[in-house]
């Protein structure tokens, strides 16, 4: 199963036949499907800023997994689905026998019995694939080491409130090359901006996404994904400088000097004021502040942070939607 297309499952308990999509992976979309994602967490977020009420998760539960700390996935789902009128079961590692009492194919059936859609946070990746081939309702992919979708549609959808459609703009990343840089990847050849990814030599973007970025299947026009050292090469001219955490939630053991190799990437003002005159400056969160960015640009004019975290709530409403109600 894909998420490039609705999916039918197998039977429940009541012999019915259950429909929806995985969210796995921006790569696993279309243009168009990721288009409407965006365009269903606009309609949601402009719906709530009015206050208009929605039933469209009424009577639904989903379960959401966290095998990795979280702050925005956790609490954007939980009042993403309450705004829709739906219910979530949160269970964390402890709670749970997920790959180690219990095999993941077995937890996925049963889960699968129920709720109506499993959110799954966690390490690596294959557990997320493991749980989707096996579960008989939507799996969303709440973050793993090689990816984090969820991120990307937010991200998109605040670039898009603030300067307009992103395809043919140029976003620059800067430091790790890490999940979230490799979603931005993936989105840039789907939606038709450039993305420059800027890194030490040493530490290059993940072998998969090189390799998949030579055999993307489908892709928009102007749609262009750059890797270089040079930070400043990297900044300038582009419309949205992003940065993240120098060492991810997996990485704190690695023994590597961390500081030292990225300092240079560091996001200040100098290297803020290469990108355009109104670049906007994003940042997942959380923040370590005076190590991948100053204050200054933190909380600065070009900054959209906030509006970037608000919108991780409207763009859970829109995976969702897109996973259970398709594109109705």
Request: negative net charge; charged residues 20%.
């Amino acid at each position: 199963m894909t998420a490039l297309t609705p999916k039918t499952t197998g039977p429940d308990m009541t012999g019915s036949m259950m429909t929806g999509r995985h969210f796995l992976n921006v790569r696993d979309l279309s243009g168009a499907q990721l288009r409407r994602i965006l365009d269903l967490a606009t309609e949601y977020k402009t719906a709530l800023k009015a206050g208009r009420t929605s039933t469209s998760m009424a009577g639904r539960s989903l379960g959401i997994i966290f095998e990795k700390p979280s702050t925005r996935t956790r609490v954007s789902f939980d009042v993403g689905m309450y705004q829709m009128g739906g219910h979530t079961v949160v269970l964390a590692p402890g709670d749970m026998h997920l790959g180690r009492g219990e095999t993941i194919p077995d937890t996925a059936q049963v889960l699968s019995r129920y709720v109506d859609a499993i959110m799954l946070r966690t390490d690596d990746p294959s557990k997320m694939h493991a749980l989707a081939a096996h579960a008989t309702v939507p799996v969303i992919n709440g973050l793993t080491d090689d990816t984090h979708p969820c991120q990307i549609i937010a991200d998109i959808m605040t670039f898009e409130e603030h300067r307009g459609p992103i395809a043919g703009r140029v976003i620059a990343w800067t430091g790790d090359a890490n999940n979230v840089a490799a979603s931005f990847a993936e989105a840039a050849i789907r939606l038709g901006f450039e993305f420059r990814i800027a890194c030490p030599a040493s530490m290059p973007p993940a072998a998969w996404l090189t390799t998949w970025l030579k055999n993307p299947g489908e892709t928009a026009t102007g749609g262009k994904v750059t890797v270089m050292e040079d930070p400043k090469a990297a900044v300038t001219g582009a419309d949205c400088v992003v940065t993240d955490t120098w060492t991810s939630m997996h990485q704190e053991g690695d023994g590597l000097d961390r500081h030292s190799l990225f300092a240079p990437y560091r996001v200040d003002e100098a290297l803020m004021a290469l990108a355009k005159d109104d670049a906007l400056f994003m940042h997942c969160l959380p923040a370590h502040r005076g190590e991948e960015v100053t204050d200054p640009v933190m909380d600065g004019p070009h900054s959209v942070v906030f509006d970037e975290a608000e919108n991780r709530l409207h763009a859970q409403k829109g995976v969702l939607h897109w996973c259970l109600l398709g594109d109705a």
